[in-house]
């Protein structure tokens, strides 16, 4: 099951903070959020495990409430290079191998304006 | 360490055909994954490899399919291509199966004309 995310777009001032939500149906053990420019790959930001904890990786920061089964990114005072696609990918409980198996969102367009 | 490859880079068939793509992933990652990434369904995944077994398949036809070799890099291959296979076809490898941080190559674009 595709996770939701929202906002679908966002435009931005530099210096403006954004959320980003990534909502799933089904229960989850972890949440993994990633970012792609145009042209580019995928780069990862972070991961967070099932527990509530929240994580942070420079002014870019998320949470994960198990419970109720979803996450949000949040970017503090952005910068132009914050633009771009953000993807959250959700992970399913369950042990061995063959429960791997990464759902990616559709993807949240943010630009950044100066 | 260098990172994930994809080769060719840029692809164009034509219906019918079939096309295979290849992926070397970072040195020691054992698991790959294929993603298929179009405008309107995003990243999409298609299957997963580790230690040259296919550990998990998401839901595309059996026109896809995929394998690994014995130093972990993976080819995947689409028989029969329709147009709608046209996609940014991203390989990710890992260097655990579990909650591991993908490392994602430059993809190969396909264009199916």
């Known amino acids: 099951q595709q996770p939701v995310q929202s906002p679908q777009a966002v435009i931005l001032r530099e210096g403006e903070d954004a959320v980003i939500n990534c909502s799933s149906s089904?229960?989850?053990?972890?949440v993994h959020w990633y970012r792609q420019k145009h042209g580019e790959a995928p780069v990862f930001l972070m991961i967070?495990?099932?527990?509530?904890e929240q994580k942070g990786h420079d002014k870019i920061s998320a949470s994960f409430n198990e419970k109720k089964q979803q996450s949000s990114l949040y970017l503090t005072a952005s910068q132009l290079s914050y633009s771009g696609t953000y993807f959250c990918?959700?992970?399913?409980?369950?042990?061995?191998?063959?429960?791997?198996?990464?759902?990616f969102g559709k993807g949240t367009l943010l630009t950044v304006n100066p | 360490k260098a990172g994930v490859t994809q080769t060719p880079r840029y692809l164009i068939k034509t219906r019918g055909q079939q096309v295979t793509l290849s992926c070397s992933p970072i040195?020691?990652?054992?698991?790959v994954s294929w993603y298929q990434q179009t405008p309107g369904q995003g990243l999409q995944f298609l299957f997963e490899?580790?230690?040259?077994?296919?550990?998990n398949k998401g839901n595309f036809p059996g026109r896809f399919s995929g394998r690994q070799f014995s130093n972990s890099r993976s080819e995947m291959n689409v028989s029969t291509l329709e147009l709608g296979d046209s996609a940014l076809y991203l390989c990710?490898?890992?260097?655990?199966?579990?909650?591991?941080?993908?490392?994602f190559g430059p993809g190969t674009r396909l264009l199916v004309l």
């Open positions: 040195s020691g990652h054992r698991s």
């Open positions: 990918g959700t992970e399913p409980p369950g042990s061995g191998g063959s429960n791997y198996k990464l759902t």
């Open positions: 490899y580790f230690s040259e077994t296919q550990r």
């Open positions: 967070l495990l099932k527990g509530g």
């Open positions: 089904k229960a989850l053990y972890s």
């Open positions: 990710a490898s890992s260097l655990v199966v579990r909650s591991g941080t993908q490392y």
